[in-house]
Nanobody
Framework: QLQLVESGGGLVQPGGSLRLSCTAS????????VGWFRQAPGKGREDVSC????????EYADSVKGRFTISRDNDKNTVYLQMNRLKPEDTAVYYC???????????????????WGVGTQVTVSS
């Protein structure tokens, strides 16, 4: 069974950090582009960051540039999202998605064709 599992969410104070993980089971992430998306209450799903299969192409939403970093560890079959200097407006459920043979922008491809995890809650609040 193909499955993506997000982890690492939680409650953090403004200015703090979290690292999210997206781990695949039943298939290898090495052959997939992977992306992170988020959805806040009452809002649509928003692109956060994506990484190509090789890691050579990376996309960031303007709202997270300079604060978030996406990376992949193919040995661990995991893609990470390091989130620093978190703000209350980063509060959302964070989802990862993966897909093969992705075209650019990767976020558009994954929205249309990606396989999705169930999400992990990130709450930024004092």
């Amino acid at each position: 069974q193909l499955q993506l599992v997000e982890s690492g969410g939680g409650l953090v104070q403004p200015g703090g950090s979290l690292r999210l993980s997206c781990t695949a089971s039943g298939f290898s992430l090495n052959t997939h582009a992977v992306g992170w998306f988020r959805q806040a209450p009452g809002k649509g799903r928003e692109d956060v960051s994506c990484i190509s299969m090789s890691g050579s192409s990376i996309e960031y939403a303007d709202s997270v540039k300079g604060r978030f970093t996406i990376s992949r560890d193919n040995d661990k079959n995991t893609v990470y999202l390091q989130m620093n200097r978190l703000k209350p407006e980063d509060t959302a459920v964070y989802y990862c998605a993966a897909g093969r043979n992705a075209y650019r922008p990767i976020s558009t491809f994954l929205r249309r064709y990606g396989d999705w995890g169930v999400g992990t809650q990130v709450t930024v609040s004092s």
